[in-house]
């Protein structure tokens, strides 16, 4: 079984930083290929950013340059880093998660996901 779990949104205006944390629960020794997902208000759901169990990471256009995904792999932890925020970026984010094995990307297909955590951003 795996549990994620999100925290660290919140509030910012354009222009600030946040950093978002999935804490991964399982109990099973296997490694996972982790995403960051988010999805807006009448928008559907887009694809952040990913990141391999090497450590090989994958980000959307629009957050390239800006987002950065990392993980602690001791502690079961996977970050998103957000910095230059727009309000653009205001959304739910999620966490994803599906076993090693083929691609990692944010067009995989994630088994596991988290409740989500909203970022709103200010203008």
């Known amino acids: 079984m795996v549990q994620l779990t999100e925290s660290g949104g919140g509030a910012v205006q354009a222009g600030g930083s946040l950093r978002l944390s999935c804490t991964i629960s399982k109990d099973n020794s296997n490694t996972y290929c982790m995403g960051w997902f988010r999805q807006a208000p009448g928008k559907e759901r887009e694809g952040v950013a990913t990141?391999?169990?090497?450590?090989?990471?994958n980000y959307a256009n629009s957050v390239k340059g800006r987002f950065t995904v990392s993980q602690d792999s001791a502690k079961n932890i996977v970050y998103l880093e957000m910095s230059r925020l727009t309000a653009d970026d205001s959304a739910e984010y999620y966490c994803?998660?599906?076993?090693?094995?083929?691609?990692?990307?944010?067009?995989?297909?994630?088994?596991?996901w988290g409740r989500g955590t909203q970022v709103t951003v200010s203008s």
């Open positions: 994803a998660a599906k076993r090693s094995g083929g691609y990692c990307y944010t067009t995989s297909a994630f088994t596991y």
């Open positions: 990141i391999d169990e090497d450590g090989n990471t």
